[in-house]
């Protein structure tokens, strides 16, 4: 692959994150099961979701109304639900699999107006597509929270959930 190939895979990739975090604020669990592979894993909050099916379904529970979002008429002046910010991607190509490790930040502002952080983590994903002229897609996004104070460089949270998931769940799990 050229250079130039390994940058737009790269810039396509990065899209596909940004849009994720976009939809999320905006609700539209439609939008965001697109963005992942049929057979997908969506692991996050001792949660481990497989299939865009059941990835659809498990935004559906936590949205429940898809807002209208610009540039659609009469949405220039609607507030989002909450800002999504994704920095920091570091994106690996290998032909048509590529995995990217992204920070992310969950902004939101209480009933008095105060903004307020209420998540603060780093997605790890695996890409797939189906080929060169075929999209890129989530094929496994894993989503680990900062850690607490004399937690860092452990798996507490996740071990934690692990440890409370029913063998089924636990039996879904992606651990590389």
């Known amino acids: 692959m050229t250079d130039d190939?390994?940058?737009?895979?790269?810039l396509e990739i990065r899209e596909v994150i940004e849009r994720y975090m976009r939809y999320n604020d905006n609700g539209d669990?439609?939008?965001?099961?697109?963005?992942f592979d049929e057979n997908a894993t969506f692991q996050v909050f001792g949660n481990v979701i497989v299939g865009r099916e059941h990835i659809?379904?498990?935004f559906s529970r936590i949205f429940?109304?898809?807002l209208t979002s610009w540039p659609h008429e009469g949405s220039l002046f609607l507030e989002p639900r909450s800002v999504h910010i994704s920095s920091n991607p570091i994106i690996?190509?290998?032909g048509d699999h590529a995995t990217a490790e992204?920070?992310?930040?969950v902004i939101g502002r209480d009933a008095d107006g105060h903004v307020n952080v209420s998540l603060v983590g780093r997605y790890r994903d695996r890409f797939r597509r189906a080929g060169r002229d075929a999209p890129w897609l989530i094929e496994c996004r894993t989503g680990v929270s900062v850690a607490r104070a004399g937690e860092e460089g452990k798996?507490?949270?996740?071990?934690?959930?692990?440890?409370?998931m029913p063998d089924a769940?636990?039996?879904?799990?992606?651990?590389?």
């Open 102 to 105: 992204t920070d992310f930040q």
């Open 64 to 66: 429940r109304t898809t």
């Open 56 to 58: 659809h379904e498990f």
């Open 169 to 176: 769940t636990r039996n879904r799990l992606r651990c590389s």
């Open 155 to 164: 798996d507490s949270e996740w071990r934690s959930a692990i440890s409370r």
């Open 5 to 10: 190939t390994v940058w737009t895979d790269k």
């Open 29 to 35: 669990f439609d939008a965001i099961a697109l963005l």
């Open 92 to 94: 690996e190509v290998d």
